[in-house]
Every structure is written in C-alpha cells, then in structure tokens.
Nanobody
Framework: VQLQAFGGGLVQPGGSLRLSCAAS????????MGWYRQATGKQRESVAT??????HYIDSVKGRFTISRDNGKNTVYLQMNNLKLEDTAVYYC???????????WGQGTQVTVSS
C-alpha cells in the first residue's frame, strides 16, 4: 500500500491550497486517515484526522482547514484556507488500515506561506 501526497506550494498569507493524498488501496480500507505537519525545528503535529466520517482538527486550524475523503478516487484531501505564516511546514498524510492497524505514511509535501 502506498500513499502519495501532493498539492503543496508557495502561497501568500490569506491564500488557499488543497493537499491531496492518493492511496493505492481503497480509502475505505483505512479506519483512520489524516495529516500531520512538521515545521523546521519543531515536532511533528497532527493537523486533521477523519475516522468513519468524523473529523478532528487542532485548534489552530479550526475554521480554516477541512479534511475530506473521496472513496471513488481513493483520495483524502486537506483544503486549507486563510493560510497563515505559521502554517508553513512539510505536510504528511497517513492512514491506518482496518485490518491489522498497519500504519502507512505518504511522502511530505512542502507548504510555504510567505509574503
């Protein structure tokens, strides 16, 4: 199983980006999927998760980020609006399989918010 993350880039404060995480297996085979991020010099933190349609976000992104999944496209998205300088980080998607609870990571995608 592979997860491929893409969609990062350079954006000005207040701008938007949509990250995608494409899975080589059905996303319905994952009981939990989400996004972490890691800024330079900081620990990796969980940004958003989706479990059986229920979503969770860290406080700093609530109201700005939306996580969703498209079972038909085997893809999980992270829509990021009103981006702030502090959102700059490498973003990683992950998934935990229903069977065996195996954890899979996608490669990181860089998000840079700068004026």
């Amino acid at each position: 199983v592979q997860l491929q993350a893409f969609g990062g880039g350079l954006v000005q404060p207040g701008g938007s980006l949509r990250l995608s995480c494409a899975a080589s297996a059905s996303v319905s085979s994952f009981k939990n999927m989400g996004w972490y991020r890691q800024a330079t010099g900081k620990q990796r933190e969980s940004v958003a998760t989706i479990t059986s349609g229920v979503t969770h976000y860290i406080d700093s992104v609530k109201g700005r980020f939306t996580i969703s999944r498209d079972n038909g496209k085997n893809t999980v998205y992270l829509q990021m609006n009103n981006l702030k300088l502090e959102d700059t980080a490498v973003y990683y998607c992950y998934g935990v399989r229903n069977v065996g609870s195996s954890l899979y990571w996608g490669q990181g995608t860089q998000v840079t918010v700068s004026s």
